[in-house]
């Protein structure tokens, strides 16, 4: 019995099969539609083959499908997308005139815009982990070990917050609400 390939055509399918995996990456249809281009753009195709991921290389002399997880999907566009971001500035440094200047700008905006969504889907990643646990690795060994901050704005970080312990977040937005106060009260 053959085995049965699905292709991955659509960004709703890509996030319809991670919520069946129960995987830990979680994607809205916007993170699977960036990933789904710019694997077509380089002449790959994602399908699901044994309830697993993986990927067809249009690009190799005998295309087959071969294991491949989300996680070194997201690695490989971010890769990708960083090196169209670099070549964007590159082009925006000596461009032939204000038209092609403008056009490299534009195509900047809208790959800074895909950079957000994507370092969201590589904080998920495999890759993001082995990179806090090298990190703490080297703290530990310059300094004997890690800085009880380090570790709250690390645990944060993990949870998807912007860097900040929820509670120091909130004492900051106080702070600022009481300065904006004092200021107003300063002005009557």
Not at 44 to 59: F, K, S, Y
Request: glycine residues 6%; negative net charge; proline residues 3%.
């Amino acid at each position: 019995m053959g085995m049965e390939v699905l292709e991955v055509n659509t960004p709703g399918e890509l996030v319809m099969w991670l919520h069946l995996v129960q995987s830990e990456v979680r994607m809205e249809q916007d993170g699977a539609e960036i990933i789904l281009d710019y694997m077509a753009e380089h002449g790959m195709t994602l399908a699901i083959r044994n309830q697993e991921l993986a990927v067809l290389d249009a690009g190799e002399e005998s295309p087959e499908y071969k294991p491949y997880s989300i996680d070194d999907a997201i690695h490989d566009v971010c890769e990708w997308n960083l090196e169209l971001i670099q070549d964007m500035e590159d082009g925006m440094k000596n461009p032939a005139d204000q038209k092609e200047y403008n056009q490299f700008s534009d195509a900047l905006d809208i790959l800074k815009k895909q950079e957000e969504v994507l370092d969201g889907l590589y904080q998920q990643t495999k890759y993001e982990q082995i990179a806090q646990e090298c990190a703490l690795e080297v703290i530990r060994a310059a300094l004997g070990s890690v800085p009880e901050e380090v570790q709250v704005k690390l645990e944060s970080y993990r949870k998807g917050e912007n860097g900040q312990p929820e509670e120091e977040s909130r004492q900051e937005e106080q702070e600022k609400q009481e300065v904006w106060q004092r200021g107003q009260e300063r002005g009557r």
